[in-house]
């Protein structure tokens, strides 16, 4: 397992289009949170997923953001209608529920530049 | 609400030297887990050290060790015989140990240039 994996790794779109990022987690993982990173700032959380169940969503997403986990693998976050304000980098962690649920493996982000 | 304050925006320290960067943070919560994570520029977020509020021991991970002051609520991170692969941006975080916890709060980062 190489870790956590995300795609793309850059996004550039024209404000009003719909972006997908994906992420891949560590397999054995069954926890995948989705965070925000814009520029000076530390991340923030978005929502997180535990197995294919999202239990807890920010206020932060508002109704143009969406993510999904299908059979608790893989996740994408779709944002529709792009605006300025969602330029960001879009990180992705995964974590085992349990003992090992608060260490984090981070990905390494999708970065949204929207013009 | 938790939050987390890392009060040095930058910080540059000379190879092979020492170099502290601070964090504190709130909470009302008596148990709970704080970390240091290093994001080196234009690659993922990696874990440091984590610090389990309810052991009193500092946690050491090689060169890395942390100064945990629970009354105080400050948690920094010394960094010893600072190497030019130190060189990143610097995030201080914080997670309730509550069985429900999901949430990591961070801080706005510290970034550290180590220079040869």
């Known amino acids: 397992d190489t870790g956590v994996s995300q795609d793309p790794r850059h996004k550039i779109t024209k404000r009003g289009q719909n972006v997908t990022f994906r992420c891949d987690p560590i397999?054995?993982?069954?926890?995948l949170y989705w965070y925000r990173q814009t520029l000076g700032q530390g991340p923030e959380f978005l929502t997180y997923f535990q197995n294919e169940a999202q239990l807890e969503k920010s206020r932060l997403l508002s109704d143009r953001f969406s993510a999904e986990r299908p059979k608790g693998s893989f996740s994408t976050l779709e944002i529709q209608r792009t605006e300025q304000g969602d330029s960001a980098m879009y990180l992705c962690a995964s974590s085992l529920a349990g003992t090992g649920a608060n260490v984090l493996t981070f990905g390494a982000g999708s970065r949204l530049t929207v013009l | 609400a938790q939050t987390v304050t890392q009060s040095q925006p930058e910080m540059s320290v000379q190879e092979a030297e020492t170099v502290t960067l601070s964090c504190t943070y709130d909470?009302?919560?008596?148990?709970?887990?704080l970390f240091w994570y290093k994001q080196p520029p234009s690659r993922q977020m990696i874990l440091v050290i984590r610090?389990?509020?309810?052991?009193?021991q500092n946690a050491t991970e090689n060169r890395f060790s942390v100064n945990f002051q629970k009354a105080a609520k400050s948690f920094s991170l010394k960094i010893s015989d600072s190497q030019l692969g130190d060189t990143a941006m610097y995030f201080c975080?914080?997670?309730?140990?509550?069985?429900?916890?999901?949430?990591?709060?961070f801080g706005k980062g510290t970034k550290l240039s180590v220079i040869p």
């Open positions: 397999s054995e993982h069954n926890r």
């Open positions: 975080a914080f997670i309730d140990a509550g069985a429900g916890s999901y949430q990591l709060t």
């Open positions: 610090q389990e509020a309810y052991k009193q």
């Open positions: 909470t009302s919560e008596s148990n709970y887990y």
